[in-house]
C-alpha cells in the first residue's frame, strides 16, 4: 500500500485542510522496503508545521500493532508523532484493548533522518514490541522507509510480522465517525488473501457485511481497500469486526473488534 505523502522534517506548504486531506489518505506501507521510491536526505524533523495536521501513533492489541489519529502541530511530523505515542493510548482508547510496551516516563533524546532512514534516541531501552510501534509510528511518513532504534540495525514493516496482526485495519481507526459506505484500508496477511467483516450497531445487530480479498495472503502480506454499504435511522455507538474463518472447522480465528461511531451523514 502507498505510504502517504507526508515529508517528515519538512515543513507543510498546504492549506490546512489539504494537510489534513493528504494525512489522511489511507495505506501507511507496505512492509516491502526495497520497493520504496529513494527520497532525498531530511537532515531534521523538528520544523514547525503552520496548521495542525492528522497523524497516526500505533499502539498495541494482544501484542500486535494498530493505529489511533493524533491532531499535532507546532513542530515537525516525526518527532511530534513519536511524542504523541510516549503519551500512551488515551483512556477510550485503553477501553478498546489498546496498550503500549514503552515504559512510562521515556523520553525522546534524539530524531533525525537521512536517506529514508530515521534514527531515533529513547531515554529508556525498549523492547521488540515497543519497537514495532516506533517503527511502524515513523514508517507512515514518506521519507522514512526504515528506522534505527538506540543505535540498532535499521528495520521496517517487513521485519515485523510477529506484532503485525493478519488483518491490520489502519482506516477507520478505533472512535472514528463512520457513514455509508464505510470504507476499510489496511495490510493482511491470511489464507488465501481472504477475510471477513462486519459492521454493529450498539445491540450487536450487523448493519453491512463483507467478504475481503487482500492483493496477496498465505504467507505475503497484501493490501485491502473495501468499502461496506450499510443502512441506518439513527445515529450512535458500533463496532467493525474483522475476523477469518478457521480452514480447519470454519470458526472465527483472529477476531479484531473496534470501537465506531455510526453517523447518518459525513
Do not use: W
Not at 513519536?82 to 477501553?95: D, S, W, Y
Not at 489498546?98 to 529513547?122: C, D, M, Y
Not at 523492547?127 to 535499521?154: C, H, K, M, N, W
Request: net charge negative; aromatic share 4%.
Amino acid at each position: 500500500m502507498p505510504k502517504r505523502r507526508i515529508q517528515a522534517g519538512m515543513p507543510f506548504r498546504a492549506l490546512a485542510a489539504s494537510c489534513l486531506a493528504l494525512l489522511l489518505l489511507v495505506g501507511c506501507g507496505s512492509g516491502n522496503d526495497e520497493a520504496a521510491e529513494p527520497v532525498e536526505s531530511t537532515p531534521t524533523v523538528s520544523e514547525p508545521l503552520p496548521a495542525p495536521a492528522i497523524v497516526d501513533v500505533y499502539f498495541l492489541r494482544d501484542g500486535k500493532v494498530g493505529p489511533v489519529h493524533r491532531e499535532i502541530t507546532g513542530t515537525g511530523v516525526g518527532r511530534a508523532a513519536i511524542m504523541e505515542l510516549l503519551e500512551g493510548p488515551a483512556t477510550p482508547e485503553r477501553a478498546a484493548g489498546l496498550r503500549t510496551a514503552i515504559s512510562t516516563g521515556s523520553k525522546l533524546e534524539a530524531i533525525s533522518i537521512s536517506g529514508g532512514v530515521a534514527t531515533v534516541e529513547l531515554s529508556e531501552a525498549l523492547d521488540p514490541s515497543a519497537e514495532a510501534q516506533v517503527v511502524y509510528t515513523l514508517t507512515q511518513f514518506d521519507t522514512v522507509r526504515r528506522v534505527s532504534i538506540g543505535g540498532g540495525e535499521p528495520i521496517g514493516r517487513g521485519e515485523l510480522e510477529d506484532f503485525t496482526p493478519s488483518v491490520l485495519v489502519e482506516s477507520p481507526v478505533p472512535g472514528q465517525a463512520v457513514h455509508t459506505p464505510l470504507r476499510i484500508t489496511g495490510t493482511a496477511n491470511t489464507f488465501e488473501a481472504t477475510f471477513n467483516v462486519e459492521l454493529l450497531d450498539q445491540e450487536g445487530k450487523v448493519l453491512g457485511k463483507r467478504f475481503v480479498t487482500a492483493t496477496s495472503g498465505s504467507g505475503t502480506r497484501g493490501t485491502f481497500d473495501a468499502e461496506v454499504p450499510f443502512k441506518i435511522t439513527r445515529e450512535g455507538p458500533g463496532s467493525l469486526v474483522v475476523f477469518e474463518l478457521s480452514a480447519e472447522d470454519g470458526s472465527r480465528i483472529h477476531v479484531q473488534e473496534i470501537p465506531l461511531q455510526i453517523t447518518l451523514f459525513p
